[in-house]
């Protein structure tokens, strides 16, 4: 079968089961979009290029499936870098695809050129030119295996408009599907070294005072039912990092919540007081650490993560074992299971008394709980985290919540209860505002039967809201809130207690824009909340619209501050509980 280049990368996104994709069309990927007329792939047109980055993540997020995004050349190209290296940062599954300028033209800096191989490199898990038609299927077809498997990640696609041009006799090509992929660089290791995962139960039985410290790597694998087997079968508590919310359920008794910079008391101090940190798809990041030298001084480690790059990258691990996730907490609870037998055959004991250790942790609990006052007295201001909780209170079990970068992402964090996995979504490693708006369309497309509700702060917020035009043209009733302190409030924060209170270029008004009528504008409904009598009546009113998108402007105190908090660099035994309540030694 003949088909042109631009027929061929189309069919070939059939064929790996796309069924939506975001982008926006320019001159050199122009001849690409007229086969997308006779496709069933569903294409939503974004409104800036950063918006179908971040809504391919979205969707990759919420659904464990790859998310695609297709852009033209030049700045079209330039403007989906964010959210490669975003993607990248976090591990999500993400194809997208740039068009470049003919073949011929390629390096004679064309009208819209740019080499975008060369300036996506070190943000993508891959990338590559594609410089023949004959090539697109099994390019296209390695591409998503790259993106998918392993540890997951972005991989971009490079195509010169002639060999998608169907004018352009460099565009012809007989079709073909390949069944494998032949990468002979490229072979994860999926399953964990038996003599590593036998050593890794010895440490465990005989741990005192063991943690569990499980990362994003616990969704990207699906392994949030053998964690929590796992963490039954031994009765260890887990931590659950900003990226792996969810993973484990807040509800558990045996879960410990969030640790790192801005996580409660518990989770932080759990892991500094530990004799073992089992360490499942997480990456030792800054913001969990604090001052490297001082984090977890008497720990053991055992690390698990299928990139092993990962393994002494940070912290150099007792017992390393490379694998996924999923695979290697499976045979791991088969040997804590044998250990198990063989001490109740011999009459021995299986693991130590941890008694002291779980009453200790339940007095921290009950000592240090996350804190704080929404007063009700006329004139009291709005606190963000009685929006969170009420927002979290009236919106089905089941939310997808998917937040900006800053304040509120951590309030969010906090607050909320996630008891069901890839219910949250948010930029963890490299931090991007304007992350949530775009993120929850590509959520709600993902899982149009779930409510999704984004999180944002005001400076969030004003990034990229023009993605709400999208959402409204397009029907994909997504739910703003906006947490509106009329500052950028992380760094406010960070001015107040390390510079002096020396506030240089972080206030941004309560007044402009004017968020209600900015969103009755896009198409959406728009509210304002000023007073805690009106949240909730907010709240309802906005789940109870389904026919388009809603934004909320909770006008909140511009005064709270996030705490618990960590300062950068310090060890995590300095953590400043609160304004009123000090530091929390040991």
Partial sequence: MKLNGGQALIKSLEMEGVEVMFGLPGGAILPVYDPIIDSPIRHILVRHEQGAGHMAEGYAHATGRPGVAMVTSGPGATNIVTPLADAMMDSIPMVVITGQVPSAAIGTDAFQECDIIGVTRSVTKHNELITSAQDIPRVIHEAFHIATTGRPGPVLVDIPKDIVDPNNPNSAMDWY?????????????????????????????????????????????????????????TGISVVTTLMARGAFPDSHPLCLGMPGMHGNY?????????????????????????????????????????????????????????????????????????????????????????????????????????????????????????????????????????????????????????????????????????????????????????????????????????????????????????????????????????????????????????????????????????????VVPAIEKANSIDDRPVVIDFRVDWTEKVYPMVAAGTSNDNVILGPEMGEGGH
């Fill in 177 to 233: 599907w390949p069944d494998s992929v032949d990468l002979p660089g490229y072979k994860p290791t999926v399953k964990g070294h038996p003599r590593m995962i036998r050593e890794a139960a010895k440490l465990i039985s005989e741990a005192q005072r063991p943690v569990i410290y499980a990362g994003g790597g616990i969704l990207k694998a699906r392994a949030a039912e053998a964690l929590r087997e796992l963490a039954e079968l």
């Fill in 266 to 534: 518990t989770a932080i101090t759990s892991m500094q007081q530990s004799d073992l940190l089992i360490a499942l798809g997480s990456r030792f990041d800054d913001r969990v650490t604090g001052k490297v030298g001082a984090f977890a001084p008497g720990a053991k480690i055992i690390h698990v993560d299928v990139d092993p790059a990962e393994l002494g990258k940070v912290r150099r691990p007792d017992v390393p074992i490379v694998g996924d996730c999923k695979a290697v907490i499976e045979e791991l609870i088969k040997e804590v299971r044998q250990l198990q037998a063989t001490a109740a055959e011999s009459g021995g004991i299986a693991q130590p008394d941890r008694a002291p250790w779980d009453a200790q942790l339940k007095q921290w609990q009950a000592q240090f709980p996350l804190h704080y006052d929404q007063g009700w007295n006329e004139g009291d201001a709005l606190k963000p985290q009685f929006c969170i909780e009420m927002l979290r209170d009236n919106s089905p079990e089941d939310t997808i919540v998917v937040s900006g970068v800053g304040q509120h992402q951590m309030w969010s964090s906090q607050f909320w209860r996630f008891n069901h996995p890839y219910t949250w979504i948010n930029s963890g490693g490299l931090g991007t505002m304007g992350f949530a708006v775009p993120a929850a369309v590509g959520a709600k497309v993902g899982m149009p039967g779930r409510t999704v509700w984004a999180i944002d702060g005001d400076g969030c917020f004003q990034m990229t809201a023009q993605e709400l035009v999208t959402a409204s043209a397009e029907r994909i009733p997504v739910k703003v809130a906006i947490l509106n302190n009329a500052y950028l409030g992380m760094v406010r924060q960070w001015q107040e207690l390390f510079y002096e209170e020396r506030y240089s270029e972080v206030y941004l008004s309560p007044d402009l824009p004017d968020y209600k009528m900015w969103a009755e504008a896009m198409g959406c409904v728009g509210m304002r909340v000023e007073h805690p009598d009106e």
